[in-house]
């Protein structure tokens, strides 16, 4: 950057959900925005299921639906050691999308709303200078008054858990619903996931401690008793720390690389959206606004959720065999918004006297008390 050069209003940094939500945003508004992605094609690597809700789909992308989603799952088998417990969905709630097409489709719409978008471009290095962002890239330094960090997992600085994939063909039977395998013994943090895609493909996941994976994945296949053959694998990271929010005014972190994901499963395609979406009105307004209208979005439900977290981690297959089996067996597991609200299942489900039980019994005392002040502090207590 050379005296004289444009300073932008907005640079974004990364072209995953969350970037590409913000800058589409910020363009309407007819701001200037620059989006720096690392990699030559967006959505590639893929390191994603792609399984999200239907209405948060509605919510964030509603232009994105049709061309990205690939089916809808309305069942599912969980697995915990040996315990095998099926369950349903609300018809239509839960769905898998293609993700690399639902980057490209929300790259082709901020691009249509007048973003920059500069591919092959990686923010190597930042400094703030007399109140301007200058970003270094190989093609130069780009200016902008206000920065979105959306780098997605490397950027952020809360907990973490290491994650693998295989997508796969499933030779024989192909078990059309979702299945989550559960073993403490082999991981007290982790699980792993089957999600059919279509055509006999699948994607089986894990996310735990690294040494963890392959174990869990092998759990995962065995227990549902597919026959697979992996196709193509890739690792990363998940964030299950909660949010984490920026001390710069004029910094604002979006997606993963501000911690916006579900802390139990991992889940961060619509709530890094989301917050990608605030991001933009946030613009001007400064990191402490951001901060707020985040929070009353979905944010206090992220960090309710990290006590979720804090119970799945605390207790023993046993104990969480005896949860499963207390939750309510005449409802749908996730019934409404409650696959992105997790604290409203955990609401309802205390309503049952033997859930409410069964949880005074398993959860240490310190968490059982920290869940019922948390979904009562998320606002949907009974
Ligand atoms: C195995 C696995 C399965 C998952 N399954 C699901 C699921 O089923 N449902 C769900 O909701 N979530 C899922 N997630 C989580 C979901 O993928 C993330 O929460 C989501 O991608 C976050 O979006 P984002 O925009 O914040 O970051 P990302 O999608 O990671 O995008 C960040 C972008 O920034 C770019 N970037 C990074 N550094 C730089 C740099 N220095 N300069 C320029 N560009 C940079 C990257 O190349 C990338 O394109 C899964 C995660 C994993 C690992």
Redesign the pocket.
Known sequence: MKNGDAVHDVVV???????LSAAAEIAKKGLGVVV????QEIGQPE??????SRDGLKRVFPEAIEETVIREVDFGRLFIEDLAWDYQFDRGKVTVLDRARLDRKLAALAVDAGAELMLS???NWIEKDNGVWRVYTRAGVIGAKMMID??????YRGRKLS???LIVRVRGDFYEGFVVYVNKKVSSSGFAWYAPLDDGIAKV?AIGMAGELEQLLQGAIKASGLTVAPLGV?S???AIGGPVYSDDDDLIL????GGQ?KPLT?????T?ALGGIMAAEAVNKGAGFYRSLYDKEIGGELEAQVRLRELFESINNGALVKLVKALPSDQPLFMGDEFDSHTKILARALRSPSFYFALLEVAPRYIFDRLKRSVANAGQGS
């Open positions: 940094l990364g072209a995953g959900p969350a970037g720096l992605e690392e990699h390191k994603c299921t792609g399984i999200v471009t990686r923010a959306a780098r997605g997992i490397g950027a994650a693998m994939q996941g890739s990363s990271a998940v979006a997606g993963d690389a994901v991992a889940g961060g395609i619509i890094g």
